[in-house]
């Protein structure tokens, strides 16, 4: 889109505020992302809370989809004049957010939280207590207590899974690329006692292309991957090469995960953390 004057943002920006009677002081977020949706609901009043992000509602990325159907939405692709039209006085985005974007609505005057990181848990506990400080006192003592329950979770799953074999895993995907150390499929591994051998065998970092010849010889007893059904989950698979060549994909030896699971960066990722070791350790949650 053309770049719009910081004059104009501003006028927008205040134009609408003062048409809505928006209370002085009062606190008004926009959220860019999943991510940050999802952490907004945990610790917004909904009256703080002025519109999600166009991905809020959907299953496939969002832990809060049903939730997010009480509040607006940003448009798809939205640009700072989307944004500045609910009259935010805090805008959520995260460090792949547009610069563009971003920069625009700095120049509007409004106040931008960025997430920086979101690779571990450690990382949802930061972000939510940063958040927490911009909505005040009693988003603080929210965050606390989700981060306690989190914490109480953690430790019940690390207990019952207390010396188990992990299940060697990888998690494939169509889009060319595979998660290895530092990602939070890392991170979900580490917490449902399964070795992601994109890492330990492969060692990759990050998200980049996998060793495709190499991983013909690694021992995978179970595929992750996620959708509605397992059937629908493998389909892409059993004719993508190299993982048509698995006997783990042709067999359907797979743990299947909620869309969301996979991708989660938020603390909901405690959910993904005990529905994966379900999978792979069913005779533990008998």
């Known amino acids: 889109m053309p770049r719009l004057p910081t004059l104009l943002l501003a006028l927008i920006s205040f134009t609408i505020a003062i048409a809505r009677g928006a209370e002085p002081g009062a606190v008004r977020v926009v959220s860019q992302t999943v991510g940050t949706d999802e952490l907004l609901l945990a610790l917004a009043e909904p009256s703080q809370i002025a519109a999600l992000s166009h991905l809020s509602r959907d299953p496939q990325f969002s832990a809060i989809s049903t939730e997010a159907t009480a509040y607006l939405q940003l448009a798809k692709n939205g640009d700072a004049e989307n944004v500045l039209k609910f009259s935010p006085t805090l805008v959520l985005v995260a460090n792949y ?21 979101y690779e571990s848990l450690d ?9 927490a400080r911009e909505l005040g006192p009693l988003a603080e003592k929210k965050a606390e207590t989700i981060i306690a329950d989190c914490q109480q979770r953690v430790a019940a799953l690390a207990t019952k899974l207390k010396d188990v074999r992990p299940i060697r895993v990888i998690a494939p995907s169509t889009y060319g690329v595979m998660g290895g150390a530092g990602t939070t499929f890392q991170d979900l591994c580490d917490h449902a006692a399964a070795e992601n051998l994109a890492a330990s065998l492969g060692k990759l970092t990050g998200h980049v292309p996998p060793p495709n010849e190499q991983m013909l010889t690694w021992p995978i007893e179970r595929v992750v991957v996620s959708g509605d059904n397992l059937d629908s989950a493998l389909a892409p698979f059993l004719k993508l090469p190299p993982y048509q060549f698995l006997s783990a994909v042709r067999e359907k030896r797979a743990a299947l995960l909620k869309p969301w699971h996979i991708s989660a960066v938020s603390h909901h990722r405690v959910a993904a953390y005990e529905h994966l ?10």
């Open 123 to 131: 990382d949802a506990y930061a972000n939510l207590r940063a958040l």
């Open 277 to 286: 070791a379900r999978q792979l350790h069913p005779e533990l949650f008998q």
């Open 97 to 117: 957010s547009r610069a563009e974007l971003v920069s625009q609505i700095r120049r509007a005057g409004v106040k931008i939280f960025v997430v920086e990181k």
